[in-house]
């Protein structure tokens, strides 16, 4: 019963601590029309803002996205794309060069994006959240935004199925000292 109770307070905890987590949730359907409206303005936008939101996360050097070298080369291959589009030069090629560029380094900018939020969940919450990597290369910052909406599902079904795997091995101990080294890691001066 008080290892039933203490699994509860302990999901209960974790949920209060990921809403306290400061990454923008937009409707992937927001984002999709608004970006096709605005002619891909917006999507760098929120591409920018969630980039901030994630380096927020980690403030420490060596684990931050450097914004304006992603921003710089993406920005500077679009416009590249557009003008050789503009001139005929990629005309008689069947795929455009800066275009095939463009799309590498935003797939790698959302890798690395997916990678921080792992390493948080992992640092943050000891759980392993798993990530898609068809729906990643197939859908890009489309997919990150979704992973991020579901983010607290994600990390509410790898924390339950933590604890149930620890229960069918019937290590109570074990259990009980997971769940007070994750709870003194989110509320560091609590009485468990």
């Not at 690395?112 to 290369?137: M, S």
Request: proline content about 2%; glycine content about 4%; charged content about 20%.
């Amino acid at each position: 019963m008080i290892l039933k109770q203490s699994t509860n307070v302990i999901i209960n905890t974790m949920v209060q601590e990921y809403s306290n987590i400061t990454i923008r949730k937009t409707s992937t359907v927001k984002l999709v029309l608004f970006s096709i409206f605005t002619l891909g303005i917006y999507w760098y936008v929120w591409l920018w803002k969630l980039v901030t939101d994630i380096n927020k996360l980690y403030p420490q050097k060596g684990k931050r996205i450097h914004r304006y070298n992603w921003f710089c080369t993406l920005i500077g291959l679009e416009i590249i794309s557009i003008i050789l589009e503009l001139k005929g030069i990629q005309s008689e090629h069947i795929i455009n060069i800066a275009g095939v560029l463009w799309l590498w380094i935003n797939l790698a900018l959302t890798l690395q994006i997916l990678k921080n939020i792992e390493r948080y969940v992992k640092e943050k919450f000891d759980l392993d959240i798993k990530h898609n990597v068809f729906g990643w290369i197939i859908f890009g910052s489309f997919y990150v935004n979704y992973k991020i909406n579901r983010l607290n599902f994600s990390i509410q079904d790898s924390l339950n199925r933590k604890i149930t795997q620890m229960k069918l091995f019937n290590s109570e101990p074990e259990l009980i000292t997971y769940l007070k080294k994750i709870l003194n890691h989110i509320i560091p001066d609590n009485k468990f």
